[in-house]
């Protein structure tokens, strides 16, 4: 699944780090999820929908294998 998570923090000029904070998660997850080596899970994904004020489907590209 690919995403937009990269781009959205860096609009908002937030590290990795900061993020992460704002998610409750490892700066380390936040950079799995960014690289497409892990998914969120649906919970995380609502939060960080949340937090960037858009739909799901604006942050998370699903593609079909």
Same mark, same amino acid.
């Given at each position: 699944m690919k995403n937009k998570l990269r781009i959205l923090r860096a609009e908002r000029a937030w590290s990795q780090g900061e993020l992460s904070l704002h998610l409750g998660v490892s700066r380390q997850a936040v950079n799995a999820i960014e690289t497409g080596k892990h998914d *969120?899970? @649906?919970?995380? !994904? %609502?939060? #960080? !929908? /949340? @937090? &960037? /004020? @858009? *739909? #799901?489907? /604006? #942050? %998370? @590209? &699903?593609?079909?294998?």
């Open positions: *969120p899970s @649906l919970e995380l !994904a %609502f939060r #960080i !929908a /949340q @937090l &960037f /004020q @858009l *739909p #799901i489907e /604006q #942050i %998370f @590209l &699903f593609e079909k294998n």
